[in-house]
């Protein structure tokens, strides 16, 4: 105010997807008016009227998500991924911990405030679902092996089943681009009904062929998981360069390759130029455009290929050469 500004413009809140949005709206309009008041005592004051049971712990993990943030100066993306968010800001235990306390007092409550409470845990499934994606291996139970081939587990059908409940409540998004929470369902309806053989890869590695720096979370490249085509931010590997997959064969024979490829023009996502497979020094195959399987907004190539056991591989992968900038 001393520098001459008499007005600011608020943006990331009001959504109908934001969890809390209630609760920053009311804190943020009161700084509007009197920015000498403590953000702690709003943030008390309006749990305490308007979640008479639950109040005390809500503003306790909503203040300490605030301040570990604040203590830890970390930066908080606004469009960051949710892996991102984990890596930064969500403890996941004690996300977890708070998350079943608020079910319990949940059964203790009525009226008002169990309408708020319904809503907020039923947008909180949400957050369930993606950690369980994001953390899901056959040890834990999120998928499950029968006959050789990978299923997913009921683990989360509770979980699907409220985000179900929440659009017949309004709540349409997830997100703020291509956001529909209906496709985010039906996402996980997809994952439901998919069966696919394990994977055989180990001990992976990606190299930037240009750079040679080796590049993170090569891990999502043979977590046995499909990135949801309708968002690159979920489980999709991203390159902006040409890339070298390194990896080990584990003990069992290779039959066949499968790679997908996220198309998003957009965002200069196009299927890769060239690929070219390596076993030991030698090139044992080349695919390019004629290969892919166009599969709506995915590229898919599906080859019998032939490795023997304890091999090492190499996948060079070149980008597409259509877009100055294109995005594996």
């Not at 008390?44 to 503003?59: E, I, K, M």
């Not at 309408?115 to 499950?144: C, E, M, P, W």
Request: glycine letters at 6%; a negative charge.
């Amino acid at each position: 105010k001393i520098l001459g500004v008499d007005g600011l413009f608020l943006n990331g809140s009001g959504y109908d997807y934001t969890p809390f949005e209630d609760v920053k709206t009311y804190v943020l309009s009161a700084i509007m008016i009197d920015p000498t008041l403590s953000v702690s005592d709003l943030i008390n004051a309006y749990f305490n009227r308007f979640y008479p049971v639950s109040g005390t712990l809500l503003s306790t993990y909503y203040l300490g998500l605030e301040q570990s943030t604040y203590s830890d100066n970390i930066n908080i993306g606004l469009y960051t991924s949710f892996g991102e968010s984990m890596r930064s800001y969500l403890d996941t235990a004690d996300f977890l911990a708070f998350h079943e306390k608020l079910r319990n007092i949940q059964k203790l409550v009525s009226g008002d405030e169990k309408r708020r409470l319904d809503k907020l845990l039923a947008a909180l499934s949400y957050v369930q679902l993606q950690l369980s994606y994001h953390q899901g291996t056959i040890d834990n139970g999120f998928l499950v092996v029968a006959d050789n081939n990978l299923k997913l587990g009921l683990q989360n059908d509770e979980n699907i089943m409220f985000l179900e409940q929440l659009i017949q409540e309004g709540v349409l998004n997830y997100k703020e681009e291509k956001g529909d929470l209906s496709t985010y369902i039906k996402e996980w309806e997809i994952l439901r009904n998919r069966v696919s053989p394990v994977n055989k890869l180990e001990e992976i590695k990606v190299i930037g062929i240009t750079t040679g720096a080796t590049l993170p979370h090569a891990d999502l490249l043979i977590n046995n998981l499909p990135g949801f085509t309708s968002d690159f931010n979920q489980g999709w590997f991203l390159a902006g360069e040409d890339i070298s997959i390194l990896c080990n064969t584990l003990q069992a024979d290779i039959k066949e390759l499968q790679l997908t490829f996220l198309i998003n023009r957009k965002h200069r996502m196009l299927a890769p130029e060239e690929i070219v497979v390596q076993v030991g020094d030698d090139v044992i195959a080349r695919y390019n455009a004629k290969d892919y399987l166009l599969e709506g907004d995915k590229a898919i190539l599906h080859k019998k290929l032939a490795i023997p056991v304890n091999k090492k591989i190499e996948i060079k992968i070149y980008k597409n050469r259509e877009l100055k900038n294109s995005v594996i």
